[in-house]
């Protein structure tokens, strides 16, 4: 087995990404504070051609240093906008036809690897605060929760790593 060398990748240039068909799904950020879980987000949103972040509240936005260092670029080709709120955002989310759910532990939340998202749908993903977690509000107003098991002690991820999953797991379902 031999390591790729990047000219053999075939990378889509940023230009070809913003035409390419994405992963019909919306990442949306409630108050993530730090900048290199918003750059890490941003490069795994290009990875799998997610739609679109919604970057919210205190989430800070690009053009930033720190969210360049983990994004490597990803901050130019993945489509964003910033909302004051992610209520805002799953508001208008909803209006636009989205299933949003917020990723949380929560009664009644859906374990994510029995979740199977449905081909022809629009999703959104809301993404919580480092320390607090997604909004009360904000899960009230999603059409459910959903969940990563986890088996350890703190039963609590790095919010870029649950964001990897998550989109992974849309991906996988959707379209690899």
């Not at 900048?35 to 800070?60: H, P, Q, W």
């Amino acid at each position: 087995m031999r390591k790729l060398r990047t000219i053999e990748m075939k990378r889509l240039t940023v230009e070809e990404f913003r035409e390419a068909d994405k992963l019909p799904l919306v990442v949306v950020l409630d108050d993530v504070r730090s900048m290199y879980n918003v750059g890490s987000v941003f490069r795994t949103c290009d990875a799998f051609r997610v739609e679109k972040i919604c970057l919210c509240g205190i989430t800070s936005t690009p053009p930033h240093a720190e969210i360049h260092k983990t994004a490597l670029g990803a901050e130019d080709s993945v489509s964003w906008q910033y909302c004051n709120t992610a209520l805002e955002a799953v508001r208008e989310l909803k209006k636009q036809g989205y299933t949003v759910f917020s990723v949380e532990q929560a009664e009644g939340s859906t374990s994510l690897p029995s979740f199977v998202p449905e081909k022809g749908r629009k999703y959104a993903v809301v993404m919580g605060n480092e320390v607090k977690g997604v909004h009360q509000e904000v899960i009230d107003e999603s059409n459910g929760c959903l969940e990563i098991p986890q088996l350890g002690v703190k039963h609590s991820m790095n919010v870029s790593v649950t964001t990897g999953i998550i989109i992974y797991h849309f991906a996988r379902e959707l379209v690899l």
